[in-house]
């Protein structure tokens, strides 16, 4: 999880969303990156740039908030993609923001998280004769 300069985040509520995420990756097999600072230029231009710094953007999502500027965005790569549609993306969005507008920063990352990695796992494969 990066933090622009400013964390809003006590070390209880870092440890929490830190925690979130690792689970939510063991849940999904994808890399979970979040954002919480100021977007330089254009949000999702930002976003998107930030996304492919990461060390595997094919396999990674990108939770990009700024709340200052009131912009969230999520980017998600190739892989992931396969899994997660574009309208589970825009229903994580969706419960960020209503959880952001309650003054929830904390909850509505972590309920996004969650709602992704849910969604982003791969379906379970039966195999004949099991």
Same mark, same amino acid.
Not at 14 to 17: A, D, E, I, P
Not at 64 to 67: G, I
């Given at each position: 999880m990066q933090v622009a300069a400013g964390?809003?985040?006590s070390s209880a509520e870092?440890? %929490?969303?830190d925690e979130a995420i690792r689970k939510a990756e063991q849940l999904c097999?994808?890399?979970i990156?979040?954002?919480v600072g100021k977007a330089t230029g254009e949000p999702r231009r930002f976003a998107t740039s930030l996304h492919n710094s990461l060390v595997a953007p094919a396999r990674s999502v990108l939770i990009?908030?700024?709340?200052e500027a009131r912009?969230?965005?999520v980017v998600t790569g190739g892989y992931v993609r396969r899994t997660l549609t574009d309208g589970e993306v825009e229903l994580a969005v $969706? %419960?960020?923001q209503s959880a952001f507008a309650e003054g929830d920063l904390v909850g509505g990352l972590i309920r996004g998280i969650h709602f $992704?990695?849910?969604h982003a796992r791969s379906p379970e494969t039966l195999h004949a004769g099991e």
């Open positions: 964390d809003p985040f870092r440890f %929490t969303l097999r994808a890399e990156s979040v954002f990009m908030v700024d709340p912009a969230l965005e $969706i %419960t960020m $992704i990695a849910d």
